[in-house]
């Protein structure tokens, strides 16, 4: 679990701004849910059956003797708040969250225990627009930030009971093939068997793709609402790659699933992956609600991005400065003022006993562009001395009264 210090903690900033801008485009709007959950929120939710549940929960019992997690991921957290605070009356709800998520998983690059993420959901849409349009905002957003190096894979995991008839023709491959597979997919088989079709040991391979394929157990509805997918992806210039292997970790996902994955983070390359999880809100006690979502990892993103989103090093654009003790209480309220006149400006006043000169010196490190110096005669005449840190220009004292004129040359 890792730190962000100063300067970093403004790139976060900025990053997090501009996706949040980017989804109050599309008409998205935010909730926010508490970090800690029942622990049934997620085990019945997720499945079981995963390695999130099995493996990676952050869990404990509390002084009731209840047990709570630390969430693993959103989307159970989002359907829970949205059927406690009664949101899905509404039709077409579209809901966009961001914080951290907790797995104890093994670290590596672009994966760490304590994560970040953005997750959208939307509740109460059925047809296949609402896929292809979260689709092209993902789009838009590597657009956005200039990543062209991104893949997009696909796929169709039908409805739930599809999946049921599909997970045993599975069975029946992989049972008489059983001393062929890896210690976890045996595991696997046993448990959920589409997630041997996910399995990154390359050993299984060729086992693998000579397994039955999901689209020989759909029905025309699921596969028309998949191929209306492709059409709108196709129309709007989104290449793609339909990976019929692609089955998501999660047990809630039915129907569309999709990632996007980079090549430049090593084994942990996807950035972004979603899907539909129709029968998650029942699950969960809701009236049948048609939902889809996906999340974003925001530390892996910020690797790919780290030359488009600026670290800000400066800590300010203008320090006060007092020149004696007496001054000290005048140049906290010349601070003050200037936040009046300068809303977006960063204002950083001196504060402690030391002298001009060793003041002078904490303005420059600062980083700020002008320093202003209130002294005995400043006070007197009503007036402030304006000291440019960057440029060659000549210091001067103007009166308090223009004093946001006078500033405006340097600092905008």
Request: charged share 25%.
């Amino acid at each position: 679990m890792n730190d962000v210090v100063p300067p970093f903690g403004e790139r976060w900033r900025s990053l997090e701004g501009q996706i949040v801008a980017l989804l109050g485009s599309y008409g998205y709007r935010e909730i926010r849910m508490p970090l800690l959950e029942s622990t049934q929120v997620f085990a019945r939710s997720i499945g079981d059956t995963t390695d999130i549940v099995q493996k990676e929960m952050y869990t404990f019992t509390d002084r009731n003797g209840d047990s709570l997690t630390l969430r693993p991921e959103g989307t159970a957290s989002c359907v829970r708040a949205c059927l406690e605070n009664s949101l899905l009356q509404t039709t077409g709800q579209r809901l966009f969250y961001l914080g951290p998520m907790f797995r104890h998983e093994r670290p590596q690059k672009g994966r760490y225990r304590q994560f970040h993420q953005v997750g959208v959901e939307v509740f109460g849409l059925a047809g296949p627009e609402i896929d292809a349009e979260l689709i092209l905002m993902t789009a838009r957003l590597w657009k956005l930030f200039g990543l062209r190096d991104l893949r997009l894979e696909i796929n169709t995991l039908g409805t739930l009971a599809e999946r049921a008839a599909y997970r045993a023709c599975l069975v029946d491959y992989f049972t008489p093939r059983r001393d062929a597979l890896d210690e976890e997919s045996q595991t696997r088989l046993d448990r959920n068997p589409l997630r041997i079709l996910d399995s990154k040991n390359p050993a299984l391979a060729p086992l693998i793709a000579g397994a039955p394929r999901l689209t020989d157990s759909l029905g025309p509805e699921s596969t028309a609402h998949f191929a209306q997918i492709c059409v709108v992806l196709e129309a709007a210039n989104i290449e793609y790659t339909v990976n019929p292997h692609l089955v998501r970790g999660l047990d809630y996902y039915s129907q569309t699933v999709f990632e996007w994955i980079t090549t430049e983070l090593g084994a942990q390359g996807t950035v972004c992956a979603g899907g539909r999880y129709d029968g998650l809100v029942e699950l969960m006690g809701g009236r049948p609600t048609p939902a889809i979502g996906f999340a974003l990892g925001l530390e892996r993103l910020l690797e790919l991005i780290a030359d488009q989103v600026p670290v800000v090093q400066a800590a300010a654009d203008v320090y006060v400065i007092a020149a004696e003790a007496a001054q000290r209480a005048s140049a906290l309220v010349l601070a003050e003022e200037l936040r009046d006149a300068f809303p977006a400006l960063r204002t950083l006043c001196h504060c402690g006993p030391e002298s001009i000169k060793a003041q002078m010196k904490r303005a420059d490190r600062s980083g700020a562009r002008v320093a202003l110096i209130l002294g005995p005669d400043e006070i007197l005449e009503g007036t402030v001395t304006i000291k440019s840190l960057r440029e060659a220009i000549p210091q001067s004292r103007v009166a308090r009264s223009a004093m946001a004129t006078a500033l405006s040359a340097f600092v905008t």
